[in-house]
């Protein structure tokens, strides 16, 4: 164990205070970390044992929500599950039609996000859906046949009133539609300030299905309560392609921003404003789509300068031409004081380097701070699971090592400890009560002392894990199934322990 700093974690003491997990980061800002989660720690993360587990058709990759009792979790098999979180009985479930052939990732990969009422996802069709969710996970009506759709997409059950929304029609291309892959996961937001101040929102990304044919990136500002199009800022010039947003937004709530990252596209030129990350007003950002901002001005893309204000700011990672398909995939951390003011924004690339950059807006806003490599370059390099932010350190895993676990310092970077037992990971990183919890591609489910990294708890799932762990009520939940290798058994499924 390579243990280069210490951490000073707090122990939280008093009675247990229950603790939901209600979107793919947790919280708006992506950390990853349950505070309020004090059933499990070290005094008895070691007893953990399987409570249940739900074997689907196909790999859940989705990091589950769990809100009130109820699971709500996406699978490969075109089906969204709402489950009973002490159980695994199914509460109910609704399909999804996503008819790409030979696709390689069918179904839903898009985390969901539990608010206003509602469960929202994205699918592999391009679409966004919202059902009605309860605190009993109340089953939504669903009509015997499937509602078909544009491209052949399709769900049943009845969804919440102006849903699902036909992202990938909505692209300004109109041959990016039967392209157009929902990795991202919706988060909700009600701006502070602007034109749509008080508006219920959802932020989501719209990335292409498997880079062939690539499309135009772009995130997406819905109205949360009626699905209508807010508005859309796309990653590049119509001109170009790439620009991906995989990942999904973190929000900057002082400063009434979304910061999201970008991608590129595989044997293409890196172009516009990919492998960057951005930070857009909440408000009104790219172009108008439902009039309520009128006074953008037109983005302008590099090597020019960049539009005042749209973006607010932009940091790239790498020059445009870059051929080696360096993505951002990893979601941005809003990186907080003690007092929760937002200081760094950070993301980690397929490059190997974890980039942070000074938050908010005003003089020095989006310019580096710090950036440190903890792993091998490559187009299936680096980061791609989703980083955490707790106890003043980054917490993640890497694909392509030679770290495959770290922490590392969130103001200066520096490395707080490497784990030497870890493995090749794709899974997004989940903190609770001092502890890092993470799968890796070789099917081994770890939890970790967060301050030294030492391994506390193993536990072979019997396939590789691309989901992210939620630690929420006393209960730990986490998909598995990648399916890299078709012709490889893999188990399939939702696992969930206790103690």
């Known amino acids: 164990m390579k243990l280069l700093a210490v951490l000073l974690i707090g122990v939280t003491s008093g009675p247990a205070l229950a603790a939901g997990w209600p979107m793919y980061g947790h919280d708006l800002r992506q950390s990853r970390f349950n505070a309020g989660e004090t059933l499990i720690g070290s005094q008895n993360v070691g007893s953990l044992h399987q409570a249940w587990f739900l074997s689907t058709g196909g790999p859940v990759t989705a990091t589950p929500a769990e809100v009130g009792g109820v699971v709500y979790v996406g699978s490969w098999d075109h089906n969204f599950y709402a489950l009973d979180a002490t159980t695994g009985a199914v509460k109910w479930k609704v399909t999804v039609a996503t008819p790409q052939g030979d696709s390689k990732f069918p179904g839903i990969q898009s985390s969901a996000a539990v608010a206003n009422g509602r469960v929202y996802f994205g699918d592999s069709c391009g679409y966004l859906h919202a059902y009605p969710a309860s605190g009993v996970g109340a089953p939504p009506k669903a009509p015997a046949a ?3 759709r544009n491209r052949g997409c399709g769900s049943n059950g ?6 699902p929304v036909d992202l990938g029609g909505a692209l300004p291309n109109p041959d990016d539609a039967v392209s157009t892959d929902i990795f991202s996961s919706p988060i909700p937001f009600r701006p502070t300030a602007g034109a749509n101040k008080g508006r219920r929102m959802i932020y989501v990304g719209a990335a292409s299905h498997q880079d062939s044919p690539c499309i135009h990136g772009a995130l997406f500002a819905l109205d949360a309560m009626t699905g209508q199009i807010v508005w859309r800022f796309d990653t590049v010039p119509a001109s170009a392609i790439g620009g991906a947003v995989w ?7 002082v400063n009434d921003l979304v910061y999201v990252d970008t991608g590129d596209c595989v044997n293409n030129a890196s172009s516009g404003l990919s492998e960057s990350i951005l930070a857009l007003d909440a408000s009104c950002a790219g172009v108008s789509v439902d009039g309520t901002c009128p006074s953008l001005p037109p983005v302008t893309y590099p090597p020019g300068a960049l539009t005042p204000g749209n973006p607010v ?3 790239q990672a790498h020059p445009n031409g870059e051929l080696q398909d360096l993505d951002f995939g990893s979601s941005p951390n809003v990186i907080t004081d003690a007092a929760g003011t937002p200081l760094r924004v950070g993301a980690g690339s397929k490059d190997g380097t974890y980039y942070a950059v000074q938050a908010g807006r005003g003089p020095g806003a989006g310019q580096l701070v710090w950036k440190t490599t903890t792993s091998v370059a490559g187009p299936a390099g680096g980061f791609q699971g989703s980083t955490g932010f707790a106890y003043g350190a980054i917490f993640a895993t890497t694909f392509s090592g030679p770290e495959f676990a770290v922490a590392l310092d969130a103001f200066n970077g520096a490395l707080v400890w490497d784990a030497p ?10 903190i609770a009560n001092g502890l890092a919890f993470a799968g890796d591609n070789l099917g081994f489910f770890r939890v970790r002392d967060a301050r030294t990294g030492a391994s506390l708890f193993t536990f072979q799932t019997g396939g590789p894990i ?3 762990p939620v630690i929420a009520d006393g209960m730990v939940f986490v998909g598995v199934g990648v399916r890299v290798a078709p012709a490889t058994p893999e188990t399939e499924g939702i696992f969930a322990f206790r103690p």
């Open 313 to 315: 700011w932009a940091f």
């Open 421 to 430: 037992d870890a493995s090749s990971s794709v899974s997004p990183v989940g």
């Open 247 to 253: 990942s999904t937004p973190a929000i900057d709530a």
């Open 158 to 163: 009845s969804e919440s009133p102006g849903f």
């Open 466 to 468: 691309g989901s992210g």
């Open 146 to 148: 499937m509602t078909l």
